[in-house]
Nanobody, 126 residues
Framework: QLQLVESGGGLVEPGGSLTLSCAVF????????IGWFRQAPGKEREGVSC????????TYDEALKGRFTISGDNAKNVVYLQMNNLEPEDTGVYYC???????????????????WGQGTQVTVSS
């Protein structure tokens, strides 16, 4: 059974950086689209980025492109989300999710994804 475990969240000052990790158990990374999503208090869960394995083409929410970078490591079965120049508006719970795919491209739309992790809290505040 596929299991996703997020880590790396925490408290960071505006302008700081964090790297989130999504460890994938029970699946081969390059057969799945792994997406990152986030949910701020009182708001809908929104897509951040996704990638298929370490060789797939990454997709980003246009508003976040340039500050966030997603990458996959097939050997470790981990997908990372590097977040730079963080803003208070980036505060929320960050989730990773998975869906099996045969395509190298992915879509960062929550209804595509079948399995979800428990989330990791990111707080951007001075």
């Amino acid at each position: 059974q596929l299991q996703l475990v997020e880590s790396g969240g925490g408290l960071v000052e505006p302008g700081g950086s964090l790297t989130l990790s999504c460890a994938v158990f029970g699946a081969t990374l390059d057969q799945y689209s792994i997406g990152w999503f986030r949910q701020a208090p009182g708001k809908e869960r929104e897509g951040v980025s996704c990638v298929v394995g370490e060789r797939g083409r990454a997709t980003y929410d246009e508003a976040l492109k340039g500050r966030f970078t997603i990458s996959g490591d097939n050997a470790k079965n981990v997908v990372y989300l590097q977040m730079n120049n963080l803003e208070p508006e980036d505060t929320g719970v960050y989730y990773c999710a998975a869906v099996r795919t045969v395509h190298p491209a992915c879509a960062v739309m929550k209804f595509f994804y079948d399995d979800w992790g428990q989330g990791t809290q990111v707080t951007v505040s001075s």
